[in-house]
């Protein structure tokens, strides 16, 4: 774990050791996806960032405060805005495009010169974006908001869930310790349902991504309480599917060893959406969630000092679903 993220704690985490350090995991999290999305995508490894002068920590405080401006701007009606909270916002989405202008500037000049890693002599998102927006009309704001939209889903939804995960099986509740014993067994030998069924668990019961939003493609003048008109705006709310006690058992009960794997629950519960429009990157959303997950389970014990849980934990529920103050988890290395 990186040091400034945590504060000392004077109990152990699960009897771990004297040096069990409370932590801001959801800090974490997003440095591990953020190092991840620069990575994959632009070429970027961790050891760059120094040479490159991209400032990894205000390039994250970047994302979350543009993400807040986001959704004021797209939910808000103008009679609703206040000048004060408008110049923050407006700020907010200004500073985030000078960080990524910034990454888009370095990276071409470090592949031009052929000073990025070896390990990114392929074919990168960046390189493909750059050559999809060549000649096009506004170019560089194309370019641009392609790199910032990918940095600003790529960083923080996956982070947050992994997050929500760790948070969800460290409380104080009766079974965590139990949870945490027999998915650490389990990862040991090579296997993933406890896995697979805690990320699940994860995702219906606090969504990043608690709504939907598409378009009508056609008019249904029966739809239950509604005429829909072609072309209509529509709202699906996946996180009010998602505590559906028709649907759920104990709907509002955290449960990681919840099952989601029949064939009649996939057309209940899609956190990713369906279709065409679905989430792009859902695969990749996974395989971080779960790598960041079994790292932390497999080389740490985690606890919580006092009664908040994951279910205590308060979010703002807009586009994205976000802690409005991040519970601390005790982290203690195994030994």
């Known amino acids: 774990m990186e040091e400034g993220l ?11 050791p004297a040096s069990s350090k409370e932590m801001n995991l959801l800090s974490v999290t997003r440095k591990v996806t953020f190092r991840a999305t620069l990575s994959t995508f632009f070429g970027v490894d961790s050891c760059d960032l120094s040479h ?23 939910f808000r009606r103008e009679y609703h805005w206040h000048d004060g909270t408008v110049k923050e916002h407006s700020d907010a989405v200004s500073n ?45 704001l194309l370019l641009e908001q392609s790199a910032l939209e990918m940095l600003l889903a790529g960083t923080d939804t996956s982070s947050v869930t992994a997050y929500y995960a760790l948070l969800g099986i460290a409380g104080p509740i009766a079974g965590d310790e139990e949870f945490q014993r027999d998915l650490r067994t389990e990862l040991c030998n090579g ?54 006690k028709e649907n759920w058992h104990d709907p509002r009960t955290f449960n990681p060893r919840r099952s989601v794997d029949s064939a009649d629950m996939a057309r209940k519960f899609f956190p990713f959406g369906q279709g065409p429009k679905g989430c792009i990157g859902m695969h990749l ?15 740490y014990n985690m606890s919580i000092e ?3 849980t994951l279910s205590s934990l308060e979010t703002r529920w807009d586009i994205a679903n976000q802690p409005d103050t991040p519970i ?4 203690g290395r195994r030994e």
Request: aromatic share 8%.
């Open 6 to 16: 945590g504060r000392n704690s004077s109990s152990n985490a699960n009897n771990g």
């Open 52 to 74: 490159l002068d991209i400032q990894e920590d205000k390039f994250i405080e970047a994302i979350v405060a543009y993400f807040k401006a986001w959704e004021y701007f797209l």
């Open 96 to 140: 985030l495009g000078k960080h990524v202008r910034h990454l888009l500037q370095v990276t071409d000049k470090a592949f031009k010169q052929n000073t990025c890693s070896p390990s990114h002599k392929n074919l990168l998102f960046v390189d493909q974006l750059r050559k999809a927006c060549k000649g096009k009309e506004e170019e560089e």
């Open 191 to 244: 296997e993933s349902v406890l896995l697979n069924r805690l990320v699940d668990e994860t995702l219906r019961f606090k969504p990043v991504g608690p709504v939907v939003l598409r378009e009508a493609v056609a008019a249904d003048p029966n739809f239950p309480g509604i005429a829909i008109k072609e072309g209509a705006a529509i709202l699906v709310h996946l996180a009010e599917m998602n505590m559906r």
């Open 285 to 299: 959303g996974r395989r971080e969630v779960k790598a960041i997950v079994e790292t932390v389970v497999s080389n």
């Open 306 to 308: 006092g009664s908040e």
């Open 328 to 331: 601390y988890i005790l982290v």
